[in-house]
């Protein structure tokens, strides 16, 4: 179970400290999907940073099954990481000089599993659409193709929590459906924690449970 209670982030500027996130709590069970949506600049990155463990709260706690990630050293917190965060990033973040494939096994190179991970990324890229492409570099893809290999890479190590940080931002109607459908299908097979940040009410329109960040807090909306 994903618990978060209390969060509350801070950052210090010269003018006093510039509140983002205030008395944030949510819970989420193992099969749970949830969107959060809010204005440009209101916490939503900032919020799935703390809840991934990339990034610590000014106060509040996160705990994934009991265990806060803030109370680790920074090895065993990056250990954390690697094993229950699967992280897509708003600008998806692949490596330019390697390809589709090495790209999706990046994770698994800091990984403590000793799994045929050549195996389960190749099915993962079949599961995305992208077969086709496994020897591309970033630059030889399409920008609905980079997100798809971003949300592979995030799936590769078995992450407890798929958090996705606006997966569909820069695409078409149709290929935003396309990735909205493949996420929602992988977070079902995997029995994943999913999160997804969008301002898309297209997207945020395939979860059953929307949040929206406004003035800080994070009210339910559906
Ligand atoms: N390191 C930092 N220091 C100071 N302020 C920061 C820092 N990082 C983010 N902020 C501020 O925190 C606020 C929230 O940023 P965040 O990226 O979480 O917004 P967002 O809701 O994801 O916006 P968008 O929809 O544009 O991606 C912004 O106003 C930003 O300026
Ligand atoms: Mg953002």
């Known amino acids: 179970m994903l618990k978060v209670s209390n969060l509350t982030k ?75 965060v699967g992280f897509v990033f708003q600008d998806h973040c692949l490596l330019p000089q390697c390809s589709v494939i090495e790209n999706v096994l990046t994770p698994t190179l800091v990984s403590r599993e000793n799994k045929n991970y050549t195996k389960r990324a190749g099915s993962l890229l079949d599961q995305v659409g992208l077969t086709e492409r496994l020897t591309h570099r970033p630059a030889e893809l399409s920008g609905g193709e980079k997100q798809r290999v971003a949300i592979a890479r995030a799936l590769i190590c078995e992450p407890l929590l798929l958090l996705c940080d606006e997966p569909t931002g820069n695409l078409d109607r149709h290929s935003a459906e396309n990735i909205a459908s493949i996420l929602l299908d992988l977070h079902q097979k995997q029995n994943t924690i999913l999160i997804v940040v969008t301002h898309s009410p297209e997207l945020a329109a395939h979860f059953p449970v929307r949040f929206e960040l406004i003035d800080h807090k994070l009210q339910r909306v559906s």
């Open 10 to 84: 801070e950052y210090p500027t010269p003018a006093g400290p510039l509140t983002i996130l205030s008395d944030v709590s949510l819970e989420f069970q193992r099969g749970d999907a949830a969107a959060i949506m809010g204005p440009s600049g209101s916490g939503k990155s900032t919020l799935l940073y703390i809840i991934g463990a990339l990034e610590p709260p000014t106060s509040g706690t996160v705990t994934l099954d009991g265990l806060n990630p803030f109370s680790l050293d920074e090895p065993a917190q990056a250990a954390f990481r690697n094993d229950n």
